[in-house]
Every structure is written in C-alpha cells, then in structure tokens.
C-alpha cells in the first residue's frame, strides 16, 4: 500500500504508529511504500531532499522512524521508502557545494554555458520542466545553468558521473542498514538526457502553451536506455543484501509511464534474480468513465502479453499524483474495481484510502500547497493540482477526522467524513469490508497460480475467471454501465454449473454474500459487482 508519512508517523509516534499499523495488518497490506520522509524543504512533498540520510522533523525523529520499522516488521509487514534518485532540493549540501566547485560535488549536477544572442543570455537549450517554464536555471555564482526536470528548486543529479552512482548507493546502504525491505525509485525515465542536449520538437498536442510540458515531445529528456541500465545496477546492488537463499531479496518499484516498449525492459531478463519491477499504470491511465469493457479487457492484456515471460504483474488504481479512482470512475463502481484488481494475478497498489472509496476533495487556491499548481497561477492551479487526491485519511468522527489534534490541517479533510470514514467501515456492508474480504481470500493457490481469463460479455460487462486444478473456480462479474445488466455466464462458458454461490458482493449488488444466482440470469445493479464460486459453501 502506498501510504503518506504524515499519516503514519506525524502526532504522538508511540500511539499512532501503533494504531495504524494494526489497522494496515488487520485489511490484509503486506508491504508499505511511505511517501518522501527525508528532510525537505517540502516544495514538491517531500520529492525535493536536502538530506538523504534524516527524517524529516514534521514526521518526527530517526527514533520514531526504527520504532516505526520495528512495529511494522512485528507485524509481518515489510516497509518500503520513497526514494528520488533524479535531483535533490536545492539546498542539498551537494548542490550548495556544486555551486562552489567544491570537488568531489563541482560535476554532480548538470551544469551547461550560457548561449548568447546578440549579447542577450539564454539557456543552452529549449527544454520545458515536467512543472512548467525554462528546465534550466541560471547560477549567478557559478555562472552556468543548471538543469531542473521537475521545480527550479530540484536540480537534477549527473548520472554520467560515477560518483554519484556511489553516493545513491551510499544512501541506499544507509536505509537498507536500518532494516528497510526496498524502496519505490522515483521517476526513473528521467534520469539521463541525451548527452548532444539537442533542442525537442513540439508535440502538436492541442491546448498547451510554450511553458506547458506537454507542449513538447521529450525525446532528448525522458526514456534514454542508460535508464534501464541504471535500474539494473540498482537491482543487483540491492540483490547483494540478500546473503542467504531463505533471505526475501530487497524490493525496488520503479516508476515509469510510457508504453510496453519503454516500461517492460524495466523487468530485465531471467538472469535477474531480484524483486524489482515497473509500476503498471495502465488503470490509471486508460481507465475512466468513457472505458468501455473492450477498452478495459485491452488494456489488461496489453500488460499481461508483453510481460516478459515469468515476471509477476502489478496494478495501481490510483496514486499521489492523479485523480483517485472513486472520483475517477465512480464511488459505487469502487468494489468492483477492487475485485477486478485483486483477482488479477498479480501485486495489487493501494494508494491509502482507497480501500474506504476516498474521494478528491476540492482545495482552495488559498490552500494549495503544491508548487507546480501556485506556480501557474489561480486561473489555471486545478489543471496541475494534485493535493485534491492527497488530502488525510479520515480515521473517524472526531476533530479532524482523527488525523491531527492541530487547528488546521496541511490539506483539508473530505468534508463528509463524519458520514464516511475508517471507523465506520468497520461497522458495516463497506468498501473497506470487501477489500478486506479480497485481501485474504487472494492468498490462496487459485489467485496465486491459477489461469486467469478476461472476457467481454457485453459492451458494459466484463467478467474475470480463475481457475486452478481442481480447487474451485472464481468468476468476478462487473457492471460498467449507467443501467441494471442481465447476465448470462452460460452463454460464454456453458461447463460452469447453472447456479454459482455469491462469495462476495459490492455494496449497491443488494445480493447478500453466501446466496446463489442463476448463472444464466444474473442482475446487476449500476455499477454493481459480484465475486462468485463454484465453491459450495462449506468448501470456502
Ligand atoms: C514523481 C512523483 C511526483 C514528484 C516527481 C518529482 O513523479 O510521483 O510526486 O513530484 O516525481 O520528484
């Protein structure tokens, strides 16, 4: 699960690490992936550090932070840091010393002459910041432009240089040292530039202006080769921790968008023993209200059929950076989705908050606080916004939704989380209820080595089957659509038996989990969803 540090550490450490971790244990989490908790100057939430090596002091101390492991390690759950290998934050000691020429630091970043037209200074080239506006940054001092891929504030780090190869590892050591079980390595496809620093063609995408990133095809500054093979470097230097054969190896997520061809040599060949492997996003990027379920049925086997042979899938439905998926799709489709995602063979990616169907609330402009919206100004900071999906998770009823005891919070709570939060999901028929359902049900044989098969039975229903020697067979069955669906499992799959027991219902089906339907007439509310099992009662 990705989960933000100010949900785990900030307020009183003892209690509430205590807490949330019996909570993550209890809805079935393995494996925690924390949002940056390096000391930070926070411009980009954390993705801008200053020291790789301490916490940051609003999550609390280095202390806090091994009680933390400890607990989590107790309970069986493995913890992963964020780790942002692209840039530092500009009052990084590197950069301040980089700045200086200070030596070994003096060629850690990328530092470029100025060009000169007719006496007039301009950067070396026409490369846009992922944030918007110039990707250089000129140093008085030093005289030369830095360059930036994401805030003025992120230099980024020269990776033709060895010794910063040395000094990430360094770090890495550092944490690995302290008992962490991996890290999620962010924006790896922007690691290298070409090394010629050639200018970058327009896109042609329609609405953007020349300071918008999008209005530029990056292909001198995203997706250069030299970043798969510094994601297999970082394997194989994480894979030396593993000393012996019962070891789990350390885990690496690498985050890359882009297409098969730029996100599967992230996986590597067989040769690899590690555990590292790109995020799948492609739920999160081609799954909306306009999907129909060819479109879905697609974008799953686009993934599953250019896997390299023998790796192991994942899929993330939502994360810090992009519209949640309740409030992409539709809260009452949110059960459905979960099984969709949970019965698919493969690691699920939960962004917090997710499992309780969270959805984005508004910010003001007067409260935002991430700087690539307050950089484009209040007409257009909502196109760029991304604290609406990262506001705090509401654990109950009380102040704050029991986030903090403070008189504000850094983003504002979902206001409608007296009706709707953590404890009273507990209580009754939930989101959180049928992701937890998922969560155990998915550790048996049938999710983890069985054939899983996706087929389209109409235009708006998708069905997802599992199946495994002769254990029972799971068939996931999914509305889409904005009107009740009559379904017919037999027409597709005529062996299946004419009654299947329903192991799982969404919220809106209004069939209770344990009953059975007729497989060849089953009703689907709007949105509504079932898990259903060739599975007798007494088998499960
Ligand atoms: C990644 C992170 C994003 C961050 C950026 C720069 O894309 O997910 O939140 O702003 O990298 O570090």
Sequence with gaps: ????????????????????????????????????????????????????????????????????????????????????????????????????????????????????????????????????????????????????????????????????????????????????????????????????????????????????????????????????????????????????????????????????????????????????????????????RESDVQAIKDMIAIWLANMPEGKWANWVISNHDRVRIATRMDNMLLDGIHMLQMVLPGTAITYYGDELGMEDTYVRWDQATDTFALNVGPDRFTLFDRGPSRSPFPWDDSKNAGFSDGPDLWLPINPNYWMNNMKLQTKRKSHLKTYQALATLRKSATFIYGDADVFVISKWVLALSRSYKDHPTYIVVINFNSYTETVDLLKDRPTLPHNLNVQLSSLNASINEGNLVKTNSIVLRPKAALLLTTARNDEN
């Design 1 to 288: 699960m990705d989960f933000t540090g100010r949900d785990l550490i900030r307020g009183e450490p003892e209690k509430v690490i205590t807490e949330k971790v019996d909570y993550l244990k209890d809805i079935g989490v393995c494996a925690v992936w924390l949002s940056p908790v390096l000391k930070s100057p926070q411009l980009d939430f954390g993705y801008d550090v200053s020291d790789f090596k301490q916490i940051d002091p609003i999550y609390g101390t280095m202390q806090d932070f091994d009680r933390m492991i400890d607990k989590f390690h107790k309970a069986g759950t493995k913890v992963l840091l964020n780790f942002v290998p692209n840039h530092t934050s500009n009052m990084h000691d590197w950069l301040k010393k980089s700045v200086k020429r200070i030596n070994p630091y003096t060629d850690y970043f990328i530092w470029k002459d100025a060009k000169y037209v007719d006496g007039v200074r301009s950067p070396p080239n026409n490369w846009v910041a992922r944030f918007t506006g110039p990707a250089w940054e000129w140093n008085d001092q030093r005289q030369q432009y830095y360059l930036h891929q994401f805030l003025v504030e992120q230099p980024d780090l020269d990776y033709r240089n060895p010794k910063v190869h040395d000094e990430i590892k360094d770090v890495m050591d550092f944490w690995l040292k302290r008992g962490l079980d991996g890290f999620r390595i962010d924006a790896i496809c922007f690691i290298y530039e070409r090394a010629d620093f050639a200018d970058e063609p327009e896109s042609g995408e329609a609405g953007f202006v020349p300071t918008d990133y999008s209005y530029w095809k990056h292909v001198c500054t995203r997706d250069q080769p030299e970043n798969v093979d510094l994601a297999k470097e970082l394997e194989e230097f994480v894979n030396s921790y593993k000393k012996t054969e019962s070891d789990t190896p350390k885990i690496l997520l690498l985050e890359c968008y882009g297409p098969p061809s730029v996100v599967m040599p992230f996986y590597g060949n067989d040769t690899r023993i590690g555990a590292a492997f790109p995020f799948n996003f492609n739920m999160l990027d081609y799954m909306n």
